[in-house]
């Protein structure tokens, strides 16, 4: 199935985002998760792409498990960091030799210690590149792309974000993922602002349950994702993980729900390679029916 009807009129779809586990532990701890996942019928499962490209093999081999033990298409994030387009090239063909179905085309951030992103020699500076070479050498791969509800840090203004996001579809994207964020508010403003911009493709609102604060701060910190005043004093008046992790799942349940019923498209759950928190959210909304995964 392509990733355009994947999200199809009156259908509704899932996704899960993984990394690649550093440690064989973590893998098989991943899998189990997963088991528990694969039961509310995700339309896809991804895998990022690390920095510099550090994770390459590890996405691949991950998807590729992914897909011989759930039998559910697969998309792996591919970046621009460090890779040369010969080298973008030679990752996208193995990942056509590894049953890839979609790919997630991103720019990247900095590799560590840099403040500005720098194409490497031969290669690509912005996403809507990749997405044009995705297109006119690997058309077989559907392509999500990165969309930004609080704009991107390095965009001068929402206009000039917008612009970018129209690029990227006009180059061939599928749909837009967006970045994690917790005001809903956010997310149907940057909606609105995209019809208006004529940017039809599906978008789909990325979630991160907050099940750990200080790991959340970090994250949102990273992601440059607000965290509303309400949920951070929710938070910091409970101290102990259990309530901690109560909370963040009564509020995922809570916005998750409102999306629901303003009729996103899909979902599409940070799960940080843990299944719990997404399983408790899943559970308590009512979801639409699934798009039947493959
Ligand atoms: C769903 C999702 C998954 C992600 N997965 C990964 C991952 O696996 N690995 C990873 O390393 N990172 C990942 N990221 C993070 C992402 O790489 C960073 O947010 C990165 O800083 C921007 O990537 P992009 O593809 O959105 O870049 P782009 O779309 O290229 O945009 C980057 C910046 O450049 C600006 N811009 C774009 N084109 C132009 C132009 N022509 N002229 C001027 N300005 C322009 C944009 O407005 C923006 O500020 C993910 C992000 C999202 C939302």
Redesign the pocket.
């Known amino acids: 199935m392509s990733l355009k009807t994947t999200y199809g009129p009156g259908r509704f779809a899932l996704s899960f985002?993984l990394?690649p586990p550093k440690t064989s532990d973590g893998e098989t701890a991943l899998f189990a998760h997963l088991v528990q996942l694969v039961k509310f019928a995700p339309a896809f499962i991804?895998?990022?792409?690390?920095?510099g490209g550090s994770s390459r093999d590890k996405t691949l081999a991950v998807v590729a498990e992914v897909k011989r033990r759930f039998q559910v298409p697969v998309a792996s994030?591919?970046?621009?960091?460090g890779s040369s387009v010969d080298h973008l090239r030679e990752y996208l063909t193995q990942a056509t030799h590894g049953g890839v179905d979609y790919v997630?085309?991103?720019?990247?951030?900095p590799p560590k210690g840099e403040t500005e992103?720098q194409p490497a020699d031969g290669g690509l500076?912005?996403?809507?590149e990749?997405v044009a070479l995705l297109r006119a050498e690997f058309p077989h791969f559907g392509v999500?792309?990165?969309?930004?509800p609080e704009k991107?840090?390095?965009?001068p203004s929402f206009e000039?974000?917008l612009?970018?996001?129209r690029?990227?579809v006009d180059a061939g994207a599928d749909a837009v993922?967006?970045?994690l964020f917790y005001d809903n508010q956010d997310f149907f403003r940057f909606r609105e602002r995209c019809q208006q911009a004529g940017i039809r493709v599906p978008i789909v609102p990325?979630i991160l349950p907050v099940t750990n604060f200080a790991q959340v701060q970090r994250l949102s910190s990273m992601?440059h994702a607000r965290l509303p005043r309400g949920l951070v004093e929710s938070l910091e008046a409970r101290q102990d993980p259990v309530s901690q992790f109560q909370v963040g799942v009564d509020y995922a349940i809570r916005q998750v729900g409102e999306l629901i019923r303003q009729d996103v498209p899909g979902l599409?759950f940070?799960l940080l390679n843990k299944s719990q928190a997404a399983s408790c959210v899943l559970a308590e909304v009512d979801l639409p029916p699934r798009t039947p995964p493959g």
């Not at 994030?77 to 960091?81: K, N």
């Not at 997630?104 to 951030?109: E, F, P, S, T, Y």
């Open positions: 985002e990394f991804t895998c990022t792409y690390g920095a994030h591919l970046t621009c960091v997630v085309a991103l720019r990247g951030d992103f500076r912005y996403a809507n990749l999500a792309v990165g969309g930004y991107h840090v390095e965009a000039a974000d612009e970018n996001l690029r990227k993922l967006t970045q990325g992601c599409h940070f």
